[in-house]
């Protein structure tokens, strides 16, 4: 960008009172910025890292910078790009090693290393964008290679085969599975970065690494510290090099179907969500600079690892896992047989229980998409034997997706039990759904519940902190309305003043 503006100096009719940045299809006024232009000294390896928020991403690479710049002649830099969603959001560190001086105070898009460490993210994002030909891409995922035909968009195996990548896959959600750290992958992670980018021996980066996880995990036990140890001890046995089919070249990419929504979310919000808020014109914002309400509906991004099943015969209906979900992913469903016509074969229902119940058939619909994977409803259930086990996600998507769909078009009994009442609360629709909280947020609950107490009349001022993250970022935004077209009036003054603004 800042090439172009002297380019612009040096042309023959220089553009005056220009912008540079973004692409002004209104006024005319920004300056066209090339791409290509790598200004980078000769020998910097540059790596890009797509992590999810809260798998420890972020904490790994920064050790990486620690334990190169500390142990080589080269010169170490780190940038990392968060999404405000924080645990579950979308995270991009940009690492650079050189043997002079780095300087680069912007992101990398000519990388000899991307690790994409959620495999979803191949088909949201464009993770190969800028790597170098004859780069190395490594991929989290438990994919066979049949497999990668399937969940790999055609674009990218097309890309890995034109640009003559070095392709690797480890199932690094597995290998922290069995060694007790959950979706902690970043030690798995760390460990094949040092194995594949040849900054220093791998066995003397395993070793460091192995030295900075007793400082950093050493304060919470042996038995953490000894965990992250045995994750990387079984890393490298674990990564495999994939002989790509020679039929990948010819890969067509099938962009997967979108159902159509607004325009605001068709040409703003989804671009903005796959990182392509960058390229948008300014003629696709309105001039008032307004961002539609209640569409965090449309992002569905399938982080969670698991999910819950419900298992219907052990359900005692209590509506609590309803009442502790965090975003709103799990309902109560109460339906006449009427409502019911249609509904897909694994709709399953079971008769009410309780007063004025008989009349109706009940299910709780998990939405698997928009769920986080926090485990509150299955903690929560007090029944007997319980009624929510977690499953993984991939067990889950193909039916729930379709029967969640189905869900909504059954209405809301709200005049069937007391508002004021655990189980009767969760008859009215949440007002807060599917937020950029983190998984098993202990804020949002209240809200979702106040929301469904007295939504339709609630006016909320907002204080700028976690609340106004989750509440009102850019580009999507959980408050909603109800059939009537009723929700909660919401505002965050930036001055820290929540109470006179509230009064005012």
């Known amino acids: 960008?800042?090439?172009?503006?002297?380019?612009?100096?040096?042309?023959?009719?220089?553009?005056?009172?220009?912008?540079?940045?973004?692409?002004?299809?209104?006024?005319?006024?920004?300056?066209?910025?090339?791409?290509?232009?790598?200004?980078?000294?000769?020998?910097?390896?540059?790596?890009?890292?797509?992590?999810?928020?809260?798998?420890?991403?972020?904490?790994?690479?920064?050790?990486?910078?620690?334990?190169?710049?500390?142990?080589?002649?080269?010169?170490?830099?780190?940038?990392?790009?968060?999404?405000?969603?924080?645990?579950?959001?979308?995270?991009?560190?940009?690492?650079?090693?050189?043997?002079?001086?780095?300087?680069?105070?912007?992101?990398?898009?000519?990388?000899?290393?991307?690790?994409?460490?959620?495999?979803?993210?191949?088909?949201?994002?464009?993770?190969?964008?800028?790597?170098?030909?004859?780069?190395?891409?490594?991929?989290?995922?438990?994919?066979?290679?049949?497999e990668m035909e399937k969940f790999i968009p055609g674009r990218v195996r097309k890309t890995i085969v034109d640009k003559k990548l070095k392709f690797y896959n480890i199932d690094a959600v597995k290998i922290a599975t069995q060694a007790g750290l959950g979706g902690r992958i970043n030690m798995i992670m760390q460990t094949c970065f040092f194995k594949l980018a040849n900054v220093l021996p791998v066995d003397k980066a395993i070793g460091l690494l192995k030295d900075d996880i007793k400082v950093m995990f050493g304060k919470k036990g042996e038995k953490v510290v000894s965990m992250n140890i045995e994750a990387v001890d079984k890393t490298l046995n674990n990564l495999i090099e994939i002989k790509v089919p020679k039929s990948w070249k010819d890969a067509v990419s099938t962009e997967k179907t979108v159902?159509?929504?607004?325009?605001?979310?068709?040409?703003?919000?989804?671009?903005?969500?796959?990182?392509?808020?960058?390229?948008?014109?300014?003629?696709?914002?309105?001039?008032?600079?307004?961002?539609?309400?209640?569409?965090?509906?449309?992002?569905?991004?399938?982080?969670?690892?698991?999910?819950?099943?419900w298992i219907p015969e052990n359900c005692i209906q209590c509506n609590q896992c309803a009442f502790v979900c965090p975003h709103a992913a799990i309902i109560p469903i109460v339906a006449t047989a009427k409502e019911l016509k249609g509904a897909p074969k694994t709709f399953v229902t079971v008769d009410g229980k309780g007063k004025d119940m008989e009349a109706y058939k009940f299910r709780i619909q998990v939405n698997p998409l928009d769920c986080q994977g926090c485990g509150n409803c299955a903690d929560i259930c007090p029944a007997k034997v319980p009624a929510l086990v977690m499953k993984s996600l991939a067990s889950q998507v193909e039916g729930q997706v379709e029967n969640h769909k189905f869900s909504k078009t059954i209405p809301f009994k709200t005049d069937i039990m007391k508002r004021d009442t655990v189980k009767g609360s969760q008859m009215f629709q949440p007002l807060l759904e599917f937020s950029g909280a983190c998984a098993g947020c202990g804020e949002t609950p209240y809200v979702k519940l106040l929301t469904q107490l007295f939504g339709e009349r609630m006016t909320i001022a907002n204080a700028t902190g976690c609340s106004s993250i989750w509440g009102g970022s850019a580009p999507a935004t959980p408050y909603c309305t109800n059939a009537d077209g009723d929700g909660p009036a919401w505002a965050s003054s930036l001055f820290e003043d929540a109470a006179e603004f509230a009064t005012a």
Request: aromatic share 10%.
């Open 259 to 309: 159902e159509k929504a607004t325009p605001f979310v068709d040409q703003v919000m989804r671009k903005i969500n796959t990182q392509g808020g960058d390229d948008l014109p300014v003629s696709v914002f309105t001039p008032d600079g307004v961002f539609e309400q209640g569409t965090a509906q449309y992002e569905k991004r399938g982080v969670a690892i698991d999910v819950p099943e």
């Open 1 to 146: 960008m800042i090439k172009a503006v002297y380019d612009n100096m040096k042309s023959f009719q220089p553009k005056n009172h220009f912008t540079v940045g973004i692409i002004d299809d209104v006024t005319h006024t920004s300056l066209e910025v090339k791409t290509g232009f790598h200004p980078a000294p000769a020998g910097t390896i540059a790596a890009k890292f797509w992590g999810l928020g809260a798998d420890g991403t972020v904490g790994a690479n920064q050790s990486a910078i620690a334990i190169i710049g500390d142990n080589t002649d080269k010169y170490a830099q780190g940038y990392f790009a968060y999404d405000s969603k924080k645990s579950g959001g979308l995270t991009v560190s940009h690492l650079r090693f050189g043997d002079v001086p780095i300087k680069s105070t912007y992101q990398i898009d000519n990388s000899d290393f991307v690790a994409c460490h959620k495999s979803n993210y191949v088909e949201i994002y464009d993770v190969l964008k800028g790597i170098k030909e004859g780069g190395t891409f490594l991929l989290n995922s438990p994919w066979s290679v049949k």
